[in-house]
Every structure is written in structure tokens, then in C-alpha cells.
């Protein structure tokens, strides 16, 4: 008798081998049995049978960047991650996070999380109980909370830094004495062999606290970084994960430190427009790193890093005029006809607009931001853009995005194409994801919640290059399912999941492909102290389950909440 059967679907099973009709059995929570043509059994003697003709059978997907440091402490739903089939989610990344931390400077990592990550000061401050103090009693604190999926872990360099030094930590240009090496290696050490699935930091200098200080580990130098990579040698665990512009030396910096650690290394690889050829170099340096028995990935995404405007998101292009703020405490219908009708109002916005260093940015950035309807096109021709449109209808391109955001009742939102786009389509994307050496990540699920709202990303990967692209390339859809499953599982040593086969963790989806889609993003108010975030979901989803219960029917939650915290191969679950 088996507790759970899955019959008559479409298995892609992330293996990358070509899908196939058959049979899925569970017992006890893993799978036991995946047969093609079918249990053969019609489902007698089994708790629950599943018909999922016609629909695809899927491993639940495992989400490898995210920023769920603080979230998972309040919100056993994982929102909105949940929502897009995914089952196990690792945050810690990019060097920010809440452990270790001593009493009285958590506002330090609040702060610094809310600069780099864009998540409310105040969320955090109301939402995070800070009942700890190490690494250690973190992941304690994590455990006892049950959840809809399952979560990990990873030492953040900014927080165990400022822990370590003191105010001192906060001073990129500050270098740890020969005690506070010491201590570094020996607190990372401790993080991973309690559970830590990895170490991260940030090497880049878009990423400041919200007071405006450049992250802490941005000039790490080579005593720091031997510090944290002897800690992991030490432990025997754990990814190297950096995020990084990746200027002149910067990956043989982080290729020598994984090398002693002996541990793998995970490098975030995204285009910027003002290096567009910057990503290929690295990939090739990560390519190199292979060659020479250096375990080394690229985490790429699938869609534009789309910054999300709008009259109540986090960027708004008329947020810092005067004449605005005279109307912004209107309820947002009435606020839309105002900018629509009243006409000095609009004079003013359009024509006597501020002469600071927001208005010139969000002036450039109209050259690359597009009108985001229904049809929820990421990957729009640069003749449609805001500019390129009010110029062929002779209109100031601030006209037309008072025009756009103004419609209806005020919600509607313009995508700004702020990284991945340099070319104005997604061909380089479609080359990172080609690539043997590249993984899926960078949806930062949890983190930017007024401005990007790519924690979707999964359910795109799949509606957009297997089934709907039109622009370019698209790829099978076991190639993609696998790059999103068993390839981001096995990166951070979690070979018990991301594969429907027997023995495996009975994390799994069952999809409606044909219906598979998304939701326009929105901006609502249901975060700690009535914060706001941007919120897309899905449709398709028929069920998820994780550990063979599921939490997950239709779309809505079942109310059971199986995951757990996942410890890292030191300390197995």
C-alpha cells in the first residue's frame, strides 16, 4: 500500500532525460516507485490517488538565492515563493543577514538588509524577534518553527564581520587584527558544522546600508578571506557564494579562496550595461576554475532584473516633486484621476520637474522602461519603450509615463530594464542559461519588495523558454526543469531532492502546463508594521507537495506545514 500515487501524468523528472507518462508512489515521504505506462494496480490498497493526465509531474523547485533571512522567522507560508512551486528555499546570501549578532546592534543589520536588499527597517524591526545571538542558536531559532517548505541557511561575511569588530566591521576600509582572524575562521567554522549550507559576501558597490555605508566585506582582503576559507576547510562544508561586479583580479581573489577552502564556489552573473561583455569574461574565468578541478557555478536568472515603477511602489518617477507630494496621500483611484485631469498639476510634473540626481536617473531609465499590461511581455522591443514611443508620438517621455501610471485606478506598474538587457532582448540570457557551468538563481525572493518581483522566476522559466518565447531561442522543457531542480540541488550538496526517483524526497508539483501562467504584479500592505511589497502569483499549479503532504491545492494552502530547516552535510536532518 503506498500512502500517496500519482497516476497517468507527464513526468519530467529533473534528471534531464526526456519526460514520459507514467506513475509516482510515495511512502513515508519519499518516492518508492517511478514507473513509465503506469503502478499497473488501477491505485487499489493506496491512501490517495492523484490523476494527473494531461497535467506535468515535476520535482518541487529549489530556489538557491533568496533573502528570507528574517521572513522565515514570522511566516510559515514563505510568500511568495510558495506560491510558484517551490520547496526548499536557501537564503543568507550576498553577504547579508542576522547571525551572528549581539545584543543592542541588530540595528546595524537591519539597517544593512535594508539597504542592499530593499526590505522595510521597520518589517524587520516588528517582525524579527532576534532571540539569539550565534549562528548556531539561528538555526535553532529556524527549526522550531514549522513551515510549507523547507529552508537553509548561509553565514553571512557583513554579520559575522560586524559581530567580530564591532562598529569597526562597518568600515570597508578597516582590516581585522590577527585575534579577529582567528576569530572569523573559528565562527565559521561553527556556522557550518551546526548546518550552514554555505558562506557569502559581497564584493560589489551597488550594495550600501540603507544609511548609505558601502557593504563591510566589499574590500575584504586576502587575510579576511583565507580567514573564512580556512573556516570552511575546517568544517569540511559549505558553498562559497559571492556577489560581485567582478572588475580586474576580483574572480582570481575568490577562485583562491575557494581553492583553500576546498570548497565549491557560486558566483552571481548578471549583465550590466556598463560592462555588457563583463559576464562572459567570468564565465569563462568560471569555466577555467572547472577545468583546472575547481567546483564553480554561475547563478543566472531567465528575465529581465526588472525594477518595478509605479505610483505606490518603491520607485515612483514623480515621488520627489513637490507637486506630487501634494496628492500622494490621496487613495489611489482619486489620486490617478487628479494626475489624469488636473491640469497645472500635470504641467508641473511634466515640465517643472526637480534638477537632482533622481530625476536625471529616472530620465535615463525611461529609455529602457516599458509599459507592463496584461500580456506581461519581459521581453519587450526597445521601439516600444517609454521614450522610443513618446518620441514617435512627439511627447515628453514624462508625459507619457504620467499617462501609463495614471490609468485606471493608479496600480499600474512600467518595467524598467535594469540589468540582463543590454541588448534589448534576452539572447545573452538564453547563452547563460545554455551554459553546462551556469545554475538558476538571483530571483532574490524575499528581498526587494517595493522595486524587482522576481521571485516568479520559476514559473517563468518555463512558460517563456519552453512554451511561449517568440523572440529567439527557447529550450526542452527536462532541460530547464533540471536546471531549476537537480542542478541547484546538487550545487549546495542536497542530493536527497530535485529528482523523481525512489529514495528521493517526495517534494513535487503537479502542473497544468497549458494553464501555467502569471499574475500581474501588485503592491500590497500585509508585511510586519503594515509594510509594503510586490506580490505576483501564479496560475497552473494543481498541487505541491513537500515530504509527500501537500501543502498546496489549486493555489491555495492546505493549511499543513511539513518543511523544516535543512542542515548542512556536517550535521544531516
Not at 516588528?126 to 518553527?145: K, N, Q, R, V
Not at 558544522?193 to 574590500?219: F, I, M, N, Q, Y
Request: aromatic share 6%; charged share 25%.
Amino acid at each position: 500500500m503506498h500512502d500517496l500515487l500519482i497516476r497517468n501524468g507527464t513526468v519530467v523528472d529533473g534528471s534531464g532525460v526526456p519526460a514520459f507518462v507514467g506513475d509516482v508512489a510515495v511512502d513515508g515521504g519519499k518516492i518508492t516507485a517511478v514507473r513509465a505506462g503506469g503502478e499497473g494496480n488501477g491505485g487499489a490498497g493506496v491512501r490517495r490517488v492523484v490523476d494527473a493526465e494531461g497535467h506535468l509531474v515535476l520535482p518541487g523547485w529549489v530556489d538557491i538565492h533568496t533573502h528570507y533571512d528574517g521572513q522565515a522567522t514570522w511566516d510559515p507560508e514563505m510568500t511568495p515563493s510558495s506560491w510558484h512551486g517551490v520547496t526548499t528555499a536557501v537564503f543568507g546570501n550576498c553577504g547579508v543577514g542576522f547571525a551572528p549578532v549581539r545584543s543592542g546592534s541588530e540595528d546595524y543589520l537591519i539597517n544593512l538588509m535594508e539597504g542592499v536588499e530593499d526590505i522595510p527597517g521597520t518589517v524587520l524591526a516588528e517582525g524579527i524577534d532576534f532571540c539569539w545571538e550565534s549562528y548556531p542558536e539561528y538555526l535553532d531559532a529556524l527549526e522550531a518553527m514549522p513551515r510549507v517548505m523547507d529552508v537553509a541557511g548561509q553565514l553571512a561575511h557583513g554579520a559575522l564581520r560586524f559581530y567580530v569588530m564591532g562598529e569597526r566591521g562597518a568600515d570597508h576600509a578597516e582590516v581585522p587584527t590577527a585575534g579577529e582572524l582567528d576569530r572569523i575562521e573559528a565562527l565559521t567554522a561553527e556556522a557550518l558544522r551546526a548546518g550552514a549550507l554555505g558562506v557569502t559576501t559581497s564584493r560589489t558597490p551597488k550594495h550600501r546600508a540603507a544609511d548609505g555605508r558601502l557593504t563591510p566585506s566589499l574590500s575584504a582582503g586576502d587575510p579576511e578571506l583565507a580567514a573564512v576559507a580556512r573556516g570552511m576547510r575546517a568544517a569540511g562544508a559549505g558553498v562559497l557564494q559571492v556577489n560581485s561586479d567582478f572588475g580586474a583580479g576580483e574572480f582570481q581573489l575568490m577562485r583562491a579562496a575557494a581553492e583553500l577552502a576546498g570548497r565549491p564556489l557560486s558566483a552571481l552573473l548578471v549583465q550590466m550595461d556598463a560592462w555588457p561583455e563583463r559576464w562572459r569574461e567570468t564565465l569563462a574565468n568560471i569555466a577555467a576554475a572547472n577545468a583546472d578541478g575547481i567546483v564553480a557555478n554561475g547563478q543566472v536568472g531567465c528575465r529581465p532584473i526588472g525594477v518595478l515603477l509605479g505610483l505606490d511602489a518603491t520607485v515612483n518617477p514623480f515621488g520627489n516633486h513637490p507637486a506630487y507630494r501634494r496628492v500622494a496621500h490621496l487613495p489611489g483611484a482619486e489620486r490617478a484621476a487628479r494626475l489624469r485631469d488636473d491640469a497645472a498639476l500635470r504641467r508641473a510634473l511634466i515640465d517643472e520637474r526637480p534638477d537632482d540626481g533622481y530625476s536625471r536617473w529616472i530620465d535615463y531609465a525611461l529609455a529602457r522602461t516599458y509599459e507592463f499590461g496584461d500580456d506581461l511581455d519581459y521581453e519587450p522591443h526597445p521601439d516600444t519603450s517609454v521614450a522610443a514611443r513618446a518620441a514617435a508620438a512627439g511627447l515628453s517621455r514624462w508625459e507619457l509615463a504620467l499617462d501609463l501610471l495614471a490609468a485606471g485606478d493608479g496600480d499600474d506598474l512600467l518595467l524598467y530594464t535594469f540589468e540582463n538587457y543590454t541588448g534589448g532582448s534576452l539572447d545573452d540570457v538564453a547563452e547563460m542559461l545554455a551554459d553546462e557551468h551556469t545554475i538558476c538563481g538571483i530571483g532574490d525572493a524575499g528581498a526587494h519588495v517595493g522595486t524587482i518581483c522576481d521571485a516568479a522566476y520559476p514559473t517563468f522559466l518555463l512558460t517563456h523558454w519552453a512554451r511561449d518565447r517568440t523572440r529567439g531561442r527557447r529550450f526542452p522543457l527536462e532541460f530547464l526543469v533540471n536546471k531549476q531542480t537537480r542542478r541547484t540541488a546538487l550545487a549546495y550538496g542536497l542530493a536527497d531532492r530535485g529528482l523523481l526517483a525512489p529514495g528521493h524526497k517526495a517534494d513535487i508539483n503537479i502542473v497544468d502546463y497549458d494553464a501555467l501562467g502569471l499574475t500581474r504584479p501588485r503592491v500590497v500592505r500585509d508585511l510586519p508594521a503594515g509594510g509594503k511589497r510586490l506580490e505576483q502569483r501564479s496560475v497552473g499549479y494543481r498541487h505541491t507537495f513537500v515530504s509527500g503532504i501537500e501543502v498546496a491545492a489549486g493555489g491555495e494552502f492546505t493549511g499543513e506545514r511539513p518543511g523544516g530547516l535543512i542542515r548542512g552535510p556536517t550535521r544531516p536532518r
